[in-house]
């Protein structure tokens, strides 16, 4: 969703908020959904949940298949 349909969204929902309250809410939420959005890699995921702190998809097999 885009800055400007947040900010429809959040003024329908909230219509004491003031525009520029609106307007901030709004890209705060477009950046956060933005974010989320954000794909990783296998590799890159096993990394980030600590499961192998290897560089490469060869090293991190290799290191998974010595621990098992």
Not at 7 to 13: G, L, Q, T, Y
Not at 18 to 39: F, N
Request: charged fraction near 30%; proline fraction near 1%.
């Amino acid at each position: 969703m885009s800055t400007t349909g947040f900010e429809k969204r959040i003024a329908a929902e909230a219509p004491d908020l003031s525009r520029g309250q609106v307007k901030k809410l709004a890209a705060r939420l477009a950046r956060r959904a933005a974010d989320m959005q954000e794909e990783f890699d296998f590799y890159e995921c096993l990394r980030i949940l600590g499961m192998t702190s290897d560089t490469t998809a060869r090293d991190a097999i290799r290191s998974m298949e010595a621990a098992a």
